[in-house]
């Protein structure tokens, strides 16, 4: 069982700056792919960025050159480094943990990140 803490969101101008954290319950960087997803309200869930447990990174087109998935093994955190946001990201965003292979998906509370003047 895994279980994760977002924090970081909060109300932001667009143009502005957000880090996200990811907490995790335990040291599993190594053998599990992290990810962050976000939900806008009337919209699904769509994934923003994922990190493998070997490194690689990906994004989504929309914050291709904005943000910046990251972890830090000695800490168990994910990171979302969020810059150049735009009203249009205001949603919930949510950690992810699965291993690969796995049809298990672990889910944290989520953080809200709003962007408006």
């Known amino acids: 069982q895994v279980q994760l803490v977002e924090s970081g969101g909060g109300l932001v101008q667009p143009g502005g700056s957000l880090r996200l954290s990811c907490a995790a319950s335990g040291s599993i960087f190594s053998t599990y792919n992290m990810g962050w997803y976000r939900q806008a309200p009337g919209k699904e869930r769509e994934l923003v960025a994922t990190?493998?447990?070997?490194?690689?990174?990906n994004y989504a087109d929309f914050v291709k050159g904005r943000f910046t998935i990251s972890k830090v093994y000695a800490k168990n955190t994910v990171y979302l480094q969020m810059n150049g946001l735009k009203p249009e990201d205001t949603a919930v965003y949510y950690c992810s943990a699965r291993r690969p292979y796995s049809t298990d998906d672990y889910w944290g509370q989520g953080t809200q990140v709003t962007v408006s003047s």
């Open positions: 990190i493998t447990h070997a490194g690689s990174t």
